[in-house]
């Protein structure tokens, strides 16, 4: 929907020693319902506020003449929406204090990063500032 956080991120299975060799290196396009290109990525999350309510399309490119294997994790969710159940409500509360104690921690049980969908002040940061916009939900 219109105002949601699109989220991307390429996870590449067998990247830790004694795996097999995975050397794809990543990017990720981001094409809007009309078709067109709205955002693109190489190496890191990718997020797109989207403009218009509709089906987007995610394109997974290696880049340097790299190949190998990848899951692409990708949500919409609507801002504050720590427990990405597509609601902002009291029971994202415990994943926002999750998320500012340990953001290592919330970013491995739910993929994205925490500032992208906590940042309710919008100043770039995930930090205290944020809480009155959980409340007001």
Do not use: W
């Not at 094409?31 to 990525?41: F, I, N």
């Not at 009291?90 to 049980?109: G, K, W």
């Amino acid at each position: 929907s219109a105002g949601d956080t699109l989220l991307a991120q390429v996870l590449l299975p067998a990247a830790g020693p004694a795996e097999f060799v995975n050397d794809l290196d990543p990017a990720l396009e981001l094409y809007d319902p009309g078709g067109s290109l709205v955002a693109s990525d190489a190496g890191g999350p990718l997020t797109y506020a989207a403009t218009v309510t509709g089906s987007y399309a995610i394109r997974v490119l290696a880049e340097n003449d790299t190949s190998g294997e990848y899951v692409l994790h990708a949500v919409a969710a609507p801002k504050g929406d720590m427990n990405l159940d597509g609601t902002t409500d009291l029971d994202d509360l415990d994943d926002l204090v999750l998320a500012l104690r340990a953001p290592a921690r919330y970013e491995a049980l739910y993929g994205p990063l925490p500032s992208l969908l906590a940042d309710t002040d919008g100043d770039g940061d995930l930090d205290f500032d944020d809480i009155p916009g959980f409340v007001d939900c």
